[in-house]
């Protein structure tokens, strides 16, 4: 039972990763060139909270109790992307540190050239 739950798990995490929208866009930021992408994005928390919040409106309307599930899905996206700015700043600076050591240990590396 355990087994099977678990292979469950697996599939849908890998079903999420690859074709829902905010997990495509958030591995397009994690890369070098997306990082400087994560602080602009956070900006996307604002919609999904307004959708959440009009779900929940919509429930104390008299809609579904399902759109519970539509204003979870929605909150938990909005969180993914606050917490994404933060992070890809984190990540940028220190991909930024390990260039620049690079960089250092590169020209530290190379001969230098006496004029003749």
Same mark, same amino acid.
């Given at each position: 039972m355990f087994r099977i739950i678990w292979a469950i798990s697996i599939h849908l995490r890998n079903f999420m990763r690859r074709y829902m929208p905010t997990n495509i866009l958030l591995d397009a930021i994690r890369t070098r060139r997306g990082l400087k992408w994560g602080v602009p994005a956070m900006l996307l928390a604002v919609p999904y909270l307004f959708a959440a919040s009009t779900c929940t409106a919509l429930i104390d309307g008299g809609a579904s109790r399902w759109l519970y599930v539509v204003a979870l899905v929605c909150i938990w996206n909005a969180l993914k992307f606050?917490?994404?700015?933060?992070? +890809?700043?984190? %990540? %940028?600076?220190?991909? $930024? !540190? +390990?260039?620049? $050591?690079?960089? !250092?240990? !590169?020209?530290?590396? %190379?001969p230098t050239q006496v004029n003749a």
């Amino acid at each position: 039972m355990f087994r099977i739950i678990w292979a469950i798990s697996i599939h849908l995490r890998n079903f999420m990763r690859r074709y829902m929208p905010t997990n495509i866009l958030l591995d397009a930021i994690r890369t070098r060139r997306g990082l400087k992408w994560g602080v602009p994005a956070m900006l996307l928390a604002v919609p999904y909270l307004f959708a959440a919040s009009t779900c929940t409106a919509l429930i104390d309307g008299g809609a579904s109790r399902w759109l519970y599930v539509v204003a979870l899905v929605c909150i938990w996206n909005a969180l993914k992307f606050i917490v994404i700015g933060p992070v +890809s700043v984190a %990540l %940028l600076i220190q991909q $930024r !540190r +390990s260039e620049q $050591r690079v960089n !250092r240990e !590169r020209h530290a590396s %190379l001969p230098t050239q006496v004029n003749a």
